[in-house]
């Protein structure tokens, strides 16, 4: 299988492009940027810094990919970014390399769709099968989990974690963690109920959902402190799986969580 690099294109002589690559016309990729199989970049696409992407990608037009973070103590260290398989990443997007402060890599997993000029901040994590409308912004060291989807003009704040198969509504300002499997809104995002529809897509069962429904109840709806809410849920969690999920958050929050 051949390469496919519109004459236009400029792509450095130390750039490794893998079999079945396709480059459109002024598009430019730099000397420390690695391409996997049967991915595709749009014309006047720019991917440069210390990125590598996987396979089945495909980059539209005007994405700026693997630039200098938006951050002033960033001094040309060789951070990275790390973007995995079949992730399809539209028109004008911005993901920024790491930086040694942090974790010194922007992660982006296998199977997002990320919509146009998305911008994801140096040393995010963003993990797989997630949606992201247009115009979210995410700050540096987010964390968003697995199955979240987040609505148009989300803004997420720097140090936030997006537990899994939780969904942000559009215009939503995320300045504490969310909780796994919780749907929020609001200029400061509430918890306003869990994603019931999306986990019934994803395959879980009627009392799996009502498990999760009872342990949203007693964190937000029981009028119990965040400590004996936290120490209930992890109980119930020994004999209901689905529940590890927010045992695992509990555990690794920083920020504080939506209330």
Request: proline share 3%; aromatic share 8%; hydrophobic share 40%.
């Amino acid at each position: 299988m051949t390469k496919n690099i519109h004459p236009t294109a400029i792509v450095d002589k130390n750039a490794i492009l893998h079999d079945g690559v396709s480059v459109g016309a002024y598009a430019i990729i730099g000397a420390n940027v690695e391409i996997g199989e049967n991915t595709q970049i749009m014309h006047h696409a720019s991917i440069s810094g210390h990125t590598t992407i996987g396979q089945n990608n495909t980059i539209y037009q005007f994405a700026s990919l693997g630039e200098a973070p938006q951050d002033k103590k960033y001094n040309n260290e060789p951070t990275r970014l790390v973007i995995g398989d079949n992730n399809t990443i539209r028109e004008g997007c911005t993901l920024n390399i790491g930086t040694v402060q942090g974790v010194g890599v922007t992660t982006v997993g296998n199977n997002n769709w990320i919509m146009a000029y998305v911008h994801i901040a140096h040393d995010c994590l963003v993990g797989n099968n997630i949606i992201i409308a247009n115009n979210v912004a995410l700050a540096g060291h987010v964390t968003i989990k697995d199955w979240v989807i987040l609505g148009g003009a989300v803004a997420v704040h720097q140090f936030c974690v997006i537990g899994e198969h939780s969904m942000m509504a559009a215009i939503t300002g995320v300045i504490q963690d969310v909780p796994p499997y919780v749907m929020a809104f609001g200029y400061r995002a509430e918890p306003k109920g869990i994603n019931a529809e999306g986990l019934k897509r994803r395959g879980f069962t009627t009392q799996q959902i009502d498990n999760i429904k009872n342990a949203y109840r007693i964190l937000y709806r029981n009028d119990l402190f965040f400590a004996d809410a936290k120490n209930l849920i992890t109980d119930l969690a020994k004999y209901q799986p689905e529940l590890d999920l927010f045992v695992k958050f509990f555990n690794e929050s920083t920020r504080g969580v939506i209330r």
